[in-house]
């Protein structure tokens, strides 16, 4: 089933009272929402991405048809709101999990700090959030790209990623629009931090040994959960608890 613009509109209804936009094969769905107006709410959705990225620009495998792949423009962000940015991912991650588990029940899902949605040790989808500044206009940029039913990854990321079911079939139009209402619900919410009970349950890395990649080293020790901003706790070797609120979980040690 294609996405189709006049359905989601309609499936959102009043709940976002902004644009909807459909292209049959884009770049990425984040380049079509940092070239749009920065004032202006909008969700951006493709068939098929030839350069969808996640964090560090890492490539994001995105066939047509097989995935989701939306992005949704937020204007009008407080710059106070700037540095709560981690905590609002951290929101993301548990309530899409939480909604794609209303899709799948018979499935449960995971969270790695702090943006990809994992199945079993496999990433069936991931989340990310850009800051879009120009002049005194600040803007998030939420970017979400899911695995459905593709059957076939290429071989270099085959072992690490998965689809949430190869063969079921749902409504990715009625999945589309409940995302994007699910980010605009929370862009009003987050900062309440509600949902970090239920994200620590997810969190596939607690009391886990990990090595964090941060931008001049590499920091390895024990995942001791997040706290209430939504930044990792690692115990180290001299047995201190550190909190990060950047770097990527490079090595896990089951």
């Not at 350069?51 to 937020?74: D, I, M, N, Q």
């Not at 899409?96 to 943006?115: C, F, Q, S, T």
């Not at 390895?220 to 608890?241: H, S």
């Not at 609120?245 to 090595?251: L, M, T, W």
Request: hydrophobic content about 35%; proline content about 2%; aromatic content about 8%.
């Amino acid at each position: 089933m294609k996405l189709k613009q006049q359905t989601i509109s309609s499936e959102l209804g009043k709940d976002f009272p902004g644009n909807v936009v459909i292209e049959s094969v884009v770049s990425s769905t984040q380049e079509m929402a940092k070239q749009a107006d920065q004032t202006s709410l909008q969700a951006f959705l493709a068939e098929r991405q030839t350069s969808g990225y996640g964090k560090k620009a890492r490539s994001f495998y995105s066939p047509s048809e097989t995935g989701l792949y939306l992005s949704v423009l937020l204007p009008n962000i407080e710059k106070g709101e700037m540095n709560k940015a981690g905590l609002f991912t951290t929101g993301l991650a548990d309530q899409i999990a939480n909604l794609l588990e209303e899709y799948y029940p018979e499935k449960k899902l995971g969270v790695k700090w702090v943006n990809d949605v994992m199945l079993d040790d496999a990433k069936v989808g991931g989340i990310l959030v850009e800051a879009q500044i120009q002049g005194n206009s600040v803007s998030w940029i939420v970017g979400v790209g899911l695995n459905l039913c593709t059957a076939d990854f290429p071989d270099d990321i085959d072992r690490t990623v998965g689809s949430l079911d190869s063969k079921k079939i749902i409504d990715r139009n009625k999945l589309a629009a409940d995302l994007i209402k699910t980010i605009w619900h929370l862009k009003s919410t987050y900062q309440s931090g509600d949902f970090l009970s239920d994200y620590r349950k997810r969190l596939v890395l607690t009391g886990k040994t990990v090595t964090l990649k941060l931008a001049q080293e590499n920091i390895t020790g024990i995942v001791k959960g997040i706290n209430n901003d939504g930044q990792l706790l690692i115990e180290l070797d001299n047995g201190e608890i550190e909190t990060f609120n950047e770097g990527e979980v490079i090595k896990v040690q089951y």
